[in-house]
C-alpha cells in the first residue's frame, strides 16, 4: 500500500445482533448459551445481508461473540454493492442501525402463563441490517470507514 487515502473501501461496524433475556416482538426470548454450539461449528462464517433478503448481500461478518448481554457482532458493509453504499449511508445518518438474525430452533420451552418462546439452542443462518429489528435493543452501536490505504480511521460512535 502506497499510505495515500484512496475513499472508503468498507463501512466496520459493531454491536448487538440479539440481546439475552428479553422478548422479541414475535414473544421469542434468547437465553443465554443459546448460540454456544453454533458458534463451536462455525457461525462465524455468517452472511451479512439487507433487511434478511439473500438475494441481497451487503458485506461480512468479521466476528462474532458472546458476552452477558447478548450476541456481539462485528462486520464490514462492502461499499462497492449498491446495497451497501445504501446501508452505509443509512448507518452514518444514524437512520440504520437495527440488527437482526435469521435462525432456526433446536431447543426451547414455551412459558404458556407469559405466552413466550425461550430459546436454548439455536442455528444461525445469517446477521441483517434492518430499518425494524425484532429486538428492540439489537443496534449497531459503533461505526468507522476503512478507507483502501487502512492508514486512517474514522470513528463514529452511534
Known amino acids: 500500500m502506497d499510505g495515500q487515502e484512496h475513499g ?4 466496520r461496524f459493531a454491536g448487538y445482533a440479539s440481546v439475552f433475556h428479553e422478548a422479541d416482538s414475535g414473544r421469542d426470548v434468547v437465553m443465554p448459551g443459546a448460540f454456544d454450539r453454533a458458534l463451536r461449528e462455525g457461525g462465524g462464517s455468517l452472511p451479512l445481508l439487507w433487511q ?3 438475494r441481497e448481500p451487503i458485506g461480512r461478518v468479521e466476528r462474532l461473540g458472546v458476552d452477558a448481554r447478548g450476541l456481539r457482532v462485528i462486520g464490514q458493509v462492502a461499499l462497492g454493492a449498491r446495497r451497501g453504499r445504501d ?5 452514518r445518518a444514524q437512520a440504520l442501525t437495527g440488527l437482526s438474525i435469521g435462525y432456526r430452533v433446536r431447543r426451547f420451552e414455551v412459558d404458556r402463563k407469559r405466552r413466550l418462546r425461550r430459546l436454548w439452542d439455536v442455528d444461525l443462518i445469517e446477521i441483517s441490517l434492518v430499518t425494524f429489528p425484532m429486538q428492540p435493543r ?3 452501536l459503533e461505526v468507522e470507514t476503512i478507507v483502501a490505504s487502512a492508514s486512517n480511521l474514522k470513528t463514529a460512535e452511534i
Open 87 to 91: 446501508a452505509a449511508a443509512l448507518m
Open 52 to 54: 434478511h433478503e439473500a
Open 8 to 11: 472508503p473501501a468498507s463501512l
Open 138 to 140: 439489537a443496534r449497531v
